[in-house]
């Protein structure tokens, strides 16, 4: 098990500048915030984009495990492994129903492709670690996080670090099941393992007999209630550290938190709600849906899995193999699915010992008792996530989108940025732009070129043309410098291919949308190298038209309102001459223009889109602070929807149904 060391009290994290209000609402005190059951109902979700858990807790450095993982492993993982925006790690504490989750995102990504099909194809595997990596323990067993599991959209992974420690930029699952059954579950799965450290065994291993009661296992051994921080051992955090972080994580939307008691008695909509939170549903519709959940469930039965139990095991023979493990007795095959019922019981004392813990950690937080913590979560889960949302006429069926929207709010065109909004300003492409410029500015002979020598006089030169004309190659020509400039096109855009590949969660973005929708880039970018990225993206067949510089004549560019003029008329085959201005555009074409959504990750932008009276979809990015602009003043803006990252469907379904009328 992956464990995290940190300054703490007693073994758990140090929470500040959080708030608890108590049950009477008579207190302040600076710990963890409360949630009572009363109050999670009407907590308001985030305008804006929401704080990931990174912002949200303390962040725990992972220490070294103290059995089963190797250091080095534990080390590749902390400084090899990358995460991105579209992974989802299935990070829970252990036997809360990791083996079950992870194996349901699995078949979720597939569509349900069962474990006989698997067999003899791309899609095979040894065990479910080969496709589904737990970074902490890859090295060893040889494999690569970073490449297992690679083929599949989106990549998941396994870890049962605590969510103060867990690995950023990407999304999250993680689950709650009731400590007393974690225990019985926990000490059973070591039970089966023949762990020495629980169980003394005869040589041929017929004869096992445990060393400790379940009980002993709970009050006296670390797996279930934790261990400080001492000068010889690293912090091992409690079952209850990761409800608390849990809590602190209510209002975060990047965290799915599922309830292991609610699969037991509706796997179906459970399942939905995980398919929904991975993005699947979205590209569906209600039928497809229904008919994925209903496959998935058959293949996530006790029984199914249990006839396959090979696949669910840690890779011991290759574990074995290798032999870098610091515990190969942690990996030994034994029973990861649970099929017969735990016959011990704990008693009076652990009984007690429970109860005493989760009053001193969560009791504090406002949960009586785990059942109250629960509803909690299920409450919190229907308030950010709502219902499924399915594709196209669907959504109006089953959202109860009102008919007047279908009448009156038709969206016609998308209309998309490029850089920063159909892709990720964080892939380091746009950094490699701005690197390709200030070479090009010093390596460029002749006239003014001959005054920059270095990277720095590019830079200064370079920031008051941008600031001034907007796009660098029509700065750099109204200053008066020469060069040619195809040759600028191609030089400043190069590199793309290391950058981009297929990526089939924006395909099936932009597939979600009635097909009579025209789709359509509008970049300040040479459509060269818009169409060279699109292609490497896997989407250009998707796009009706893309529209740069060339179209634009590298005379105007956004945010100037003679582009957008220009762009209209092209949309709309309409000849205007006249200048135009802000009043006359968005007034004479109100509702005409009203049928364009546009993507946009600039604020000055996306700002002249707005008055023209586009739908606006902000996309939020590092652009927002380059350009000078605080949160305050992008909520101020009133733009239509507010997304994260790169454009995706989370969370714009809700804030605009209309895009996915038919």
């Not at 870890?159 to 420690?165: I, Y």
């Not at 969206?411 to 950094?431: K, M, N, R, S, V």
Request: charged fraction near 25%; hydrophobic fraction near 35%; proline fraction near 5%.
């Amino acid at each position: 098990m992956e464990k995290t060391s940190t300054e703490t009290t007693e073994g758990r994290a140090i929470y500040k500048n959080t708030r608890k209000i108590s049950m009477d609402n008579s207190s302040d005190s600076e710990v963890l915030p409360q949630a009572s059951e009363s109050q999670a109902s009407s907590m308001p979700r985030p305008l804006i984009q929401s704080p990931t858990p990174r912002e949200l807790l303390p962040h725990i450095p992972i220490g070294h495990p103290d059995s089963m993982m190797s250091r080095e492993s534990v080390r590749r993982a902390v400084e090899e492994f990358q995460t991105r925006p579209s992974d989802i790690i299935v990070a829970t504490f252990p036997k809360t129903g990791t083996t079950l989750i992870t194996w349901i995102c699995h078949l979720l990504r597939t569509n349900a492709l069962p474990i006989e099909e698997n067999d003899g194809t791309e899609n095979s595997f040894e065990t479910l670690y080969e496709v589904v990596p737990w970074p902490t323990l890859s090295w060893d067993i040889g494999y690569d996080p970073n490449v297992q599991g690679s083929q599949f959209t989106p990549r998941v992974f396994k870890s049962h670090l605590r969510m103060a420690s867990i690995y950023s930029g990407c999304k999250y699952v993680v689950t709650v099941r009731d400590p007393a059954k974690t225990t019985l579950s926990f000490y059973n799965f070591f039970l089966a393992k023949k762990v020495p450290f629980l169980v003394d065994a005869s040589n041929d291993g017929s004869d096992c007999k445990p060393k400790v009661d379940v009980s002993t296992f709970l009050v006296d051994m670390p797996f279930v209630k934790g261990s400080p921080q001492t000068p010889t051992t690293n912090l091992r955090a409690s079952i209850w550290d990761y409800y608390a972080e849990y809590h602190a994580l209510l209002e975060c939307p990047d965290v799915l938190i599922l309830v292991y008691e609610d699969f037991l008695k509706d796997m179906p909509s459970q399942i939905r709600q995980l398919s929904q939170f991975m993005g699947i549903s979205d590209t569906l519709s209600r039928a497809e849906s229904d008919d994925l959940i209903d496959r998935v469930v058959s293949l996530s039965t006790k029984d199914y899995m249990a006839r396959h139990m090979s696949k669910f095991d840690e890779p011991y023979e290759r574990a074995k193999k290798l032999n870098r493990a610091a515990d190969i007795s942690q990996l030994a095959p034994g029973a990861k699915v649970a099929v017969k019922t735990h016959k011990q019981t704990l008693d009076d004392r652990a009984q007690q010992f429970l109860e005493d813990r989760w009053s001193s950690q969560m009791g504090q937080l406002g949960y009586e008792d785990y059942g109250s913590f629960a509803k909690v979560v299920r409450e919190r889960n229907q308030r950010l996530f709502g219902t499924p949302q399915y594709r196209n006429a669907e959504v109006e069926r089953n959202c109860n989108i009102p008919r007047s929207l279908v009448d009156d709010d038709r969206i016609d065109i998308l209309l998309f940025d490029l850089d920063g909004t159909l892709y990720d300003h964080a892939c380091g492409y746009e950094q490699e732009i701005h690197s390709n410029i200030f070479k090009f500015m010093v390596e460029t002979k002749g006239g003014k070129f001959d005054a920059i020598t270095t990277i720095e006089e590019a830079e200064r030169a370079w920031t008051p043309i941008f600031d001034k004309y907007n796009l660098t190659k029509r700065g750099l020509i109204g200053e008066g410098y020469v060069f040619d400039s195809r040759h600028y096109d191609s030089y400043i855009r190069k590199g793309a291919e290391k950058y981009f590949s297929p990526d089939e969660e924006l395909r099936r973005f932009l597939e979600s949308f009635p097909s009579r929708m025209k789709k359509v880039v509008f970049t300040n970018a040479p459509e060269s190298s818009a169409n060279e990225i699109l292609t490497l993206l896997g989407v250009r067949d998707l796009f009706d038209d893309v529209l740069g510089t060339d179209f634009l004549d590298s005379k105007v560019c956004k945010p100037e309102l003679a582009a957008f003029s220009k762009v209209l008329n092209h949309l709309f085959s309409t000849e205007d001459d006249s200048s135009p201005t802000s009043s006359s555009l968005s007034e004479a074409y109100q509702d005409r223009n009203r049928r364009i959504c546009y993507f946009e990750d600039s604020f000055k932008n996306l700002k002249v889109g707005k008055e023209l009276g586009f739908r606006t979809v902000f996309v939020t990015s590092e652009t927002l602070l380059n350009e000078g602009k605080s949160s305050q003043e992008l909520q101020d803006a009133q733009f239509d929807a507010i997304i994260p990252g790169r454009v995706s469907a989370a969370g714009l379904r809700s804030q605009l149904p209309q895009l996915w009328i038919d």
